[in-house]
């Protein structure tokens, strides 16, 4: 089922045997993945499928049980840290924190920066740069807690770019953010992948999945399937994957989608 | 007696200078502890310093013959008692299914429990050990207390701490704000973190003999808090708390100079919890009159 079929450098991120495990609890269990270089890539499964865990694992926030993970750049040189543009889920911070807009996305440029150093001018360019690339210029002065759910997620959009890393990792970037914000969202998204940067993100439900991603991996713990999305969304692998078949799923979602269009 | 008259005597000067510095440094770097939800770290670290100072007593009076409660042999004691239970905390979060909270109340049970016992037991030893008398002032603090050299101790130790935290103020932030994000940019949490925890443990332990071990989690965490209403900047936050903390710690160790047989704590705490609940209901945005002048206005629409 592991149909990759690209020479290897082409490939952005491989990770082989990998096992991650919290205490003596596996959460994922002898992953083999490769993600291409080029396109936008969805990492795809269940609640609880360890969907989150394995970007963690890729950035080394989440320790490695065995097996490992490897991020290069074009010419095949390892890649780490600031080099990998780490968008994560919204939720975990405090968006009450005392700080504004261009301080938060600035934080992007800290990796760079040594001990005791504070940021520059140069740092202040970039940061005005990303904004504008996500539009946000407008709300650079703003307090972070005055932000709705979309400005948020383009505010951590803005501090990985701030970084000009060649990969993105993203965690749920479209969670809990309305049809249009994600419109938008996933724009962005396509800019970035056609300016040759290589988008991975974690995604939740398959509505729309077919048009989001050029290639998917589908993970419950495992790994069930990767490839190219129409070669690989299929109907028995989201059976296997789920749990239950693809069309329940999505007439579900759709009929949930409905549901609270018509409460708004 | 005027303040001037006051400020004249030399003792007073001693105290004043001591409890504002104090003030300044813990109510300072108690802006992180509140922001990252940690308050309860402060409380830990206070109280079971108290089983450090008892211990260094002990230790000094073994080897010396003599008591000594100078800040220059009990605050090493308090400091290295302080970090243990915090690190201990972490590893029993770690290795175990207890989680951060009931850590830190097991830590707390253990250190300030055991620092009472023995705190009593130098109190009634006999033949009396010298120098004993007073000891107990850590429990609720007694800034009258301080002799000159404690007073260049809390200068040092204090100065030493903000200059740390303004040399390393990005990355203070930025774990603050998003640990996980400072983790994938590779940065060193973990150092981070135990660097972060360190200079708080000595902004606690240098207020321990004015505070006293019970109430220091106030000055900590209420000057945050009050400046917290004012501003929406990190930097205008503990610049603002640390003059709250150091207002509130003058002011205390003022009254307490004038009523010499009160403890200091207690007056502090009064202070600075006065300014807390006027910053909660005056501050513009976040106070309370104005969320309820707001609401009268929408009502009036």
């Known amino acids: ?264 | 007696m005027s303040v001037w008259d006051l400020l004249s005597d030399h003792t007073v000067r001693v105290v004043l200078l001591g409890c504002t510095m104090t003030g300044a440094v813990s109510g300072a770097l108690g802006c992180f502890a509140y922001l990252r939800r940690q308050s309860l770290v402060g409380d830990v670290v206070s109280h079971s310093a108290l089983l450090g100072i008892v211990l260094a007593f002990w230790i000094v009076y073994g080897v010396t013959g003599q008591g000594n409660r100078s800040l220059m042999v009990l605050m090493p004691g308090a400091f290295v008692a302080g970090l243990a239970s915090l690190l201990l905390t972490r590893r029993i979060q770690r290795g175990t299914r207890l989680k951060e909270d009931a850590g830190l109340g097991v830590m707390l049970a253990i250190f300030f429990g055991t620092g009472m016992m023995i705190l009593r037991y130098l109190q009634r030893a006999s033949p009396p050990i010298p120098g004993r008398a007073g000891l107990d002032h850590y429990l609720f603090g007694m800034a009258g207390a301080m002799t000159r050299a404690d007073l260049w101790m809390i200068a040092a130790v204090g100065s030493a701490v903000l200059i740390a935290m303004i040399l390393t103020w990005s990355r203070l932030k930025i774990i603050t704000f998003d640990q996980q994000y400072a983790a994938g940019l590779g940065l060193s949490v973990n150092g981070l973190e135990v660097l972060l925890l360190t200079l708080i443990v000595l902004g606690i332990v240098i207020g321990l003999q004015i505070v006293g071990v019970v109430l220091m989690i106030s000055l900590l965490v209420a000057p945050a808090a009050a400046a917290r209403q004012w501003t929406h900047s990190l930097g205008v936050m503990v610049w603002l708390a640390g003059f709250i903390g150091g207002v509130s710690g003058a002011i205390g160790g003022l009254v307490s100079a004038i009523g010499p047989s009160l403890p200091t704590g207690p007056i502090i705490v009064l202070n600075v919890t006065a300014i807390v609940a006027l910053s909660m209901a005056l501050a513009p945005k976040r106070g309370l009159v104005s969320k309820w002048r707001r609401r009268k206005v929408i009502h009036v629409d």
Not at chain 1, 111 to 120: A, E, I, N, S, T
Not at chain 1, 159 to 174: G, T
Not at chain 1, 235 to 263: I, K, P
């Open chain 1, 1 to 264: 089922m592991n149909d990759i079929d690209v020479a290897s450098s082409d490939i952005a991120i491989q990770s082989r045997h990998l096992t991650v495990t919290y205490g003596e609890r596996p959460v994922l269990w002898n992953i083999d993945i490769a993600i291409p270089r080029k396109g936008i890539t969805g990492i795809i499964g269940p609640n609880g499928a360890g969907k989150s865990t394995l970007i963690k694992a890729m950035l080394g926030i989440v320790p490695i049980a065995s097996g490992t993970v490897a991020m290069c750049d074009r010419n095949g040189r390892t890649l780490s840290g600031d080099a990998i543009g780490y968008v994560p889920q919204r939720s975990t911070v405090d968006w009450d924190f005392p700080t504004s807009v261009f301080d938060v996305v600035m934080m992007g440029t800290y990796g760079k920066l040594r001990w005791f150093q504070r940021p520059g001018k140069s740092e202040r360019v970039a940061t005005q740069r990303a904004l504008e690339f996500v539009e946000m210029q407008d709300f650079a002065t703003r307090q972070i807690s005055e932000l709705s759910g979309g400005q948020q997620q383009r505010v951590f959009l803005a501090r990985a770019f701030v970084q000009k890393p060649s990969i993105y990792l993203m965690d749920e970037p479209f969670a809990g953010v309305d049809t249009k914000t994600e419109r938008s969202l996933l724009e962005i998204f396509r800019k970035l992948r056609d300016d040759g940067s290589t988008v991975v993100m974690v995604h939740h439900d398959l509505l729309r999945a077919h048009d989001y991603f050029d290639h998917v991996i589908l993970l419950n713990r495992r790994l069930i399937a990767q490839g190219p999305t129409k070669r690989t969304l299929t109907e028995s692998n989201v059976e296997t994957c789920y749990g239950v078949s693809h069309h329940m799923l999505t007439t579900s979602v759709d009929v949930d989608r409905d549901f609270h269009t018509a409460a708004v």
